[in-house]
């Protein structure tokens, strides 16, 4: 994502606005995704978060390594339904699992 670190600082500070955070990273021309869209691990969704995920995100982690196959296979119809950019994973957090997707 070529974030530098000032970037990650001001990432942090505005992460509780999302207005102020969409704002800094389209100025900034970093790439924002959607990552775990249809997962429960990121607790439940409204209709209203895949509505914004349409709007205010131009990618969407379409595959990953550590996501049931029928998640992937959602955020792979999302993505293709919006004309998001597609982005795929490894999502591990040991080396045994790493660049495996």
Known sequence: ????????????R???DLASLFTYLNEREILLAINHAFSGLTGAR???DFADFA????AVEILN????P????????????????ALAVSDSHTLAGLGRT
């Open 1 to 12: 994502y070529d974030i530098a670190e000032r970037d990650h600082a001001e990432i942090q």
């Open 14 to 16: 505005r992460r509780d």
């Open 46 to 48: 409204a209709q209203a």
């Open 55 to 58: 709007e205010y995100f131009p």
């Open 65 to 68: 390594g550590q996501m049931l």
């Open 70 to 85: 029928v998640a992937n296979r959602h955020a792979e119809t999302f993505a293709a339904r919006h004309r998001k950019i």
